[in-house]
């Protein structure tokens, strides 16, 4: 098959199982404590800044950057093992999931010096949080019909007018990192002229208006800009590259194991049941979805290695986002078909309540973060076929 | 993969390359000639220690054979004995019948063993009942088969080329008939209930890698299918709906050789290093996640293929039967989900996490 989808095997890394141990002995406590508790999709809705800070104290924000901007010069495979712990807890990362997953690693490769020592050490620190400000009201899937705009003022600023949406959390967050047009769009060449701005969200003229998603929960907002004006040192990157800048953003925004993960605690919580019950048909869906699972780890954990290899694996990061959502998804449905119980988020059987809301956030799974249509598309390119 | 590996690879290659894929009926239930031709080579006992009458090599080599093997949809018992039959004779200490000579392994779960001697060791043991299953019955002339004595399994070696075999066939047209053993000598072992579980296992990754090579021959397949047929005035590849199911079949496959060779790698590290019932967790996983992508894999396949793929002059259903066979054998894809689930609840109900990222 071709290359350009197949990686190298993960080499097992002892550090990697080493830090999982410590992470597995926190959250043991913090569970205990009563300081969180376990949900569904919690990259998404868990947002608990104290939280943040007990993980920017222990040294698992950040994890692989250089020291002296806060990081901590982790291997990928180390970091891979902190988040897949966390998410199969059902900890309440949300806070600052974006910023430690892409908005870092994006400023690390595209900003200047001083914009680095300025916010890398506080989102390692976990009191710094950022949004993703790709989508908006007429631009998804097509990312680059994008019609926010910003024009250079005659101090060299940027003046900012547009809005973007499925902002998560925006209104719990500091930064945006914004996708905007700098030039008219050129139909000859439609990813010339956009660039990405570094955007306070404290800035006068932003406005962040809520949008709640099925289960009533507040993550999503619309982030509208009037007359915004960012100072012109906060251009990310080139003027003129954001296309490029937003498409290696991606591969790491697709390629963790969040992306198979979301609903990991409906199948501890039914793992517990088929344990006490020992009902065969429910030892049986177990089985094949762990079978899933476990192959899915070993596609991300490919990709974690080709991350410490220095390698951007953008296809492979399509392929597992596709196969890994899915299998989010599909997880509620094979568990009902062999548990008797009713979704509701007012259950009193904790069962019911996380197939409620795995449930009410299942369409998210496949649509964000690119849908799979389009990581689809991804992966026929990789095939040869386009 | 080794320099010595890709050439172990290429020599299978040559040979495969001289023998078009058949379809087997009960007059030609596999390719002597083929086995022949590997045999003289050598190619019949890799990963056998030489001191045993193999041909020395890892186990790695030997996975790469069968993979070869299995994606030229060639019919001969090369993973059995390879993967299975071999290794586990070896392991015992029971003599390896000569590896040009075809020999094959089953699960005799209605097999009784008796001893027909008082040694502890390696010694002589008659069969009674009947063996169901076997893979190459009447092709094969020696059957190792896994039975069950008064004092715990037994590993048992049979001559079967005087043994009439009933004639049974799989999905692909290859041979899975029966043998009614009556007192039948053999050589054998006592095995302990651990290792009777490791043997199962290992028949399981035999087919497991054999169905990750077929999956990957079947997409390489449909894709330059794809790219070659054109309708509307476009070749099928060019078209969204077909990429997108192509796209889906790639994210199998590429699941599949992930936890395929995750597998491979443990039962290459051993009970020792990795944990003997991890071992088997692990082939579990990887045969129960084969099993489920043929599914997708083979319908998409036969869906872009169109009505060609459905004739038996079109070469798809070589590996498409195949698949459809493989994924339960060597114990159901339903019995691996459960050995599976049963391993991964082992320390308690709240132990799932830490299997699941111990196991593999």
Redesign the interface.
């Known amino acids: ?2 290359n350009s ?2 990686l190298a ?1 993960a080499p097992r890394s002892e550090a990697a199982e080493r830090v ?1 141990a410590e992470v ?1 002995e926190f959250l043991a406590a913090e569970l205990a404590a009563g300081s969180f508790t376990t949900h569904v999709d919690t990259w998404l809705s868990g947002v608990d800044p104290a939280f943040s800070r007990k993980l920017g104290e222990r040294g698992w924000l950040g994890m692989t950057w250089p020291k002296k901007y806060g990081g901590h010069e982790r291997s990928a495979m180390e970091r891979y093992a902190v988040t ?1 712990e966390l998410l ?1 807890a059902g900890a309440p990362v949300a806070a600052h999931w974006i910023a430690d997953r892409q908005s870092g690693p994006n400023l690390l490769r595209y900003g200047t010096e001083a914009q680095r020592e300025e916010i890398l050490p506080r989102i390692a620190a976990g009191e710094c949080f950022f949004v993703i400000g790709m989508s908006e009201p007429d631009s998804g899937s097509d990312l680059a019909s994008i019609r926010t705009k910003a024009t250079r003022n005659a101090d060299g600023d940027w003046v900012v007018n547009g809005a973007k949406v499925w902002t998560s959390n925006a209104h719990a967050s500091h930064y945006a990192i914004t996708l905007v047009r700098t030039a008219p769009s050129d139909p000859a060449n439609r990813h010339a002229g956009m660039s990405q701005l570094l955007i306070d969200l404290s800035l006068p003229g932003i406005t962040v208006n809520p949008i709640r998603i099925l289960d009533g929960g507040h993550h999503f907002n619309e982030v509208v800009f009037d007359d915004v004006v960012v100072p012109g040192n906060m251009l990310l990157g080139e003027e003129g590259n954001g296309w490029h800048q937003v498409t290696a953003e991606l591969a790491f925004e697709r390629s963790g194991p969040e992306r198979f993960l979301s609903t ?1 605690p409906l ?2 919580e039914f ?2 049941r ?3 019950s020992g009902d ?1 048909a429910g ?6 979805l ?10 991300s954990l ?1 990709i974690a290695a080709a991350l410490d290899r220095g390698e951007l694996p953008d296809i ?1 990061a399509a ?1 597992v986002k ?2 890994g959502t ?1 299998f989010e998804g599909d997880v509620i449905e094979e568990i009902r078909k062999v548990v008797d119980v009713t979704p509701s988020l007012d259950s009193p059987d904790p069962l019911g309540r996380a197939l409620a809301e795995a449930q009410l956030h299942a369409p998210g799974y496949t649509l964000r973060g690119g849908t799979n ?1 389009i ?3 991804i ?2 390119r ?5 | 993969m080794s320099t010595d590996q890709d050439l172990v690879v290429e020599t299978v290659r040559d040979i495969l390359a001289g023998f078009e894929p058949t379809v087997l009926t009960a007059e030609k239930p596999w390719d002597a000639g083929l086995w022949a031709a590997l045999a003289g080579a050598g190619l019949t006992g890799v990963g056998l220690p030489e001191d045993d009458g193999g041909s020395g090599g890892e186990l790695a080599d030997a996975v790469a054979i069968v993979r070869t093997l299995a994606a030229g949809a060639a019919p001969v018992p090369v993973a059995e004995q390879l993967l299975v039959a071999g290794p586990a004779l070896v392991e015992a200490g029971i003599a390896l019948p000569p590896v040009e000579e075809p020999l094959t392994f089953a699960l005799g779960d209605a097999v009784v063993a008796h001893a027909s001697d008082d040694g502890d060791g390696p010694g002589r043991f008659t069969l009674t009942g009947t063996v169901t299953d076997v893979a190459w019955a009447g092709v094969a002339r020696h059957l190792a088969v896994l039975a069950t004595g008064p004092a715990g399994p037994v590993l048992a070696l049979v001559d079967v080329a005087a043994v009439p075999a009933s004639s049974a066939a799989n999905l692909a047209g290859e041979p899975r008939g029966s043998f009614v053993l009556d007192d039948s000598a053999a050589s054998g072992a006592l095995l302990t209930s651990a290792q009777a579980e490791r043997l199962r296992a290992r028949f399981a990754l035999a087919r497991a890698v054999q169905l990750a090579a077929a999956l990957e021959r079947v997409l390489a397949w449909t894709v330059q299918y794809a790219g070659e047929r054109q309708q509307f005035g476009r070749p099928l590849g060019k078209f969204q709906a077909i990429q997108m199911e192509l796209a889906q079949m790639a994210g199998e496959v590429t699941a599949v050789t992930a936890l395929t060779d995750a597998a491979v790698q443990a039962v290459e590290q051993g009970a020792v290093e990795r944990g003997a019932v991890d071992v088997v967790l692990a082939v579990a996983a990887a045969k129960v996640r084969a099993g489920a992508a043929v599914e997708v894999v083979a319908r998409l396949a036969h869906q872009v293929h169109g009505a060609i793929g459905f004739t038996q002059e079109y070469r798809l259903h070589h590996l498409t039967r195949r698949l459809w066979s493989w994924r339960d054998e060597a114990g159901s894809e339903l019995h691996w989900a459960r050995v599976l689930a049963g391993g991964l609840l082992a320390d308690g109900p709240d132990g799932l996490w830490p299997a699941l990222t111990r196991v593999v």
């Open positions: 098959m071709s989808l197949t095997p999982r597995r897949e199969a990991y199948v501890a793992a517990r088929v344990a006490d065969p030892l049986a869906t177990l089985g094949r762990s079978a899933r699972l476990l192959a899915l780890r070993q596609l490919r492979p392929l596709d196969v899915t249509e990581l689809k598309g992966v026929a990789g095939l040869g076929l386009r």
